[in-house]
């Protein structure tokens, strides 16, 4: 089994339990989950706050006025859709797209930390307060937003959420500058992936050596 399959069905695997999952009220009042969709091995992971109206009603992220916004500004980082991952922090919408509550988030963590252990982004943008929260739990957006800080193996960069950036001209030119720097954020995590792996192998190598 190539590792490509086994990353797809873990991810179909953590999808079916959210389409069925009961941890928190917000499945009494949903009409279908909304695990998350895009490449199994992504390299750039999106994380929003919570499913609407028409993420609720088609069982996919951002498919709503602020996933058309998205798609936008995927092409200013230089991203197709289909290249990236893109999920919410709570899977089910909240009743009339109230914020979600901290007990629904914490009961749905479970599933974006799996997600995210499974695709193993190098870079993770996080679009507005909740899914910034996880990071950056005492951050203002205002004060960190676009600016890329490194947790491990993974860098993630903060974003305004487009929903909030659609209606207000100021905070729309704001995030569509920041999506315009996250191409030189992207290849630069590539670049520092790519050395990290070269000095594994060159560790790798010496040690070899000294076996002879
Ligand atoms: N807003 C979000 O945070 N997530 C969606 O999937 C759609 C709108
Ligand atoms: Fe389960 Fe998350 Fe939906 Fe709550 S929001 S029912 S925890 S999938």
Redesign the pocket.
Known sequence: MSEERSARELLEIIAER?RH???????RT?TQ?VPGEGDPHAEVMFIGE?PGYHEDRQGRPFVGAAGQFLNELLGRAGLRREQVYITNV???RPPGNRD?LPD?IA??AP?LDEQIAVIRPRVIVTLGRYSMARWFPNEKISRIHGKPRRFGDVVVVPMYHPAAALHQPALKELVEKDFDALREIIAQARAEAARAADAQQDEEKAQQMRLF
Do not use: H, M, Q
């Not at 999952?21 to 499945?27: E, N, V």
């Open positions: 959210v999952c009961t941890r928190c009220d917000l499945w949903r989950a919570a709570v899977k089910c979600p629904e009961a749905c599933y």
